[in-house]
């Protein structure tokens, strides 16, 4: 196995376990690979500001030098907010992914860098949940208002059931040239630009840095970790991991509960 110069990390179900903490095995295993140079990267769907209690625990916050590849591989930024890559929707891509949500009864809203909007006076539970993991204010705005707007995603969020379900619809099908969708927790699916995820994030970061895809090795649980898993040299499935995921990586790791990623790191280190 080629030398791992980058780690990439998913947060939920992977680098923080069922309670969203860093365990200190995990938290002592991500140090100790710093320590040998290693470049530890969060790749997350969450923006910047819902990654930054877990950057500070690492030591890794407000730093020119350090990364985070966030909304699922549309923003590529230092963690100390210097955008490298960018990539969001177009108003028309956010005005038909909206229209979809109408048609279908489903709890909808879009995210810029700073903030979630929902045209929706009807808050979805979700969306709030969603607001207090990521740190974003909640705003209603007329689907009109939204043009002005620079919208990252778009999330569909609502019960998994009800939402598994329609997520079947042929309507979804019919936007697959234009759009990336991806499962990133049973309650959430997401929808990025054509081209965006976290394995093309991934490789932006990669490039910029001269850091070879056999270098790297990527840890995640859900679908839209599978990229990212699939891009680096060593693709390492949480043992809590989607099947889907799981089928897709060169290694399982324990499960978030156990230290998974402490075993996987520890495994790679000196």
Do not use: W
């Amino acid at each position: 196995m080629d030398e791992i110069k980058l780690i990439a990390i998913d947060i939920d179900g992977t680098l923080a376990n069922s309670k969203k903490e860093i365990t200190p095995a995990v938290k002592k295993a991500v140090l100790m690979a710093q320590e040998q140079g290693k470049q530890i990267v969060i790749c997350t769907g969450r923006p910047l500001s819902g990654a930054q209690r877990y950057l500070n625990e690492l030591g890794l916050n407000g730093q020119d030098d350090q990364y985070v590849v966030s909304f699922n591989g549309a923003v590529v930024e230092s963690t100390k907010g210097k955008v490298i890559f960018k990539q969001g929707l177009k108003y028309e891509e956010y005005i038909d992914l909206e229209a979809i949500a109408r048609k279908l009864k489903l709890h909808f809203h879009s995210v810029s860098l700073d903030r979630i909007y929902t045209a929706n006076r009807d808050l979805g539970h979700y969306t709030i949940y969603n607001s207090r993991v990521v740190k974003l204010e909640v705003s209603y705005r007329t689907q009109e208002e939204m043009r002005q707007i620079p919208i990252i995603k778009c999330m569909y969020i609502d019960d998994p059931g009800y939402l598994d379900e329609k997520i079947k619809s042929p309507l979804f099908k019919k936007m697959e040239e234009r759009i990336v969708f991806s499962k990133t927790e049973p309650f959430y699916y997401e929808a990025t630009a054509a081209g965006v995820d976290k394995g093309t994030g991934l490789k932006r970061l990669c490039d910029y840095l001269k850091i070879n895809r056999k270098n790297v090795m990527a840890l995640g649980d859900q679908a839209n970790d599978m990229p990212m898993l699939k891009y680096a040299g060593l693709g390492v499935a949480m043992g809590n991991a989607v099947e889907y995921t799981k089928v897709h990586a060169d290694e399982i790791t324990a499960d978030c509960d156990h230290d998974g990623v402490a075993v996987a790191i520890n495994k790679i280190l000196k």
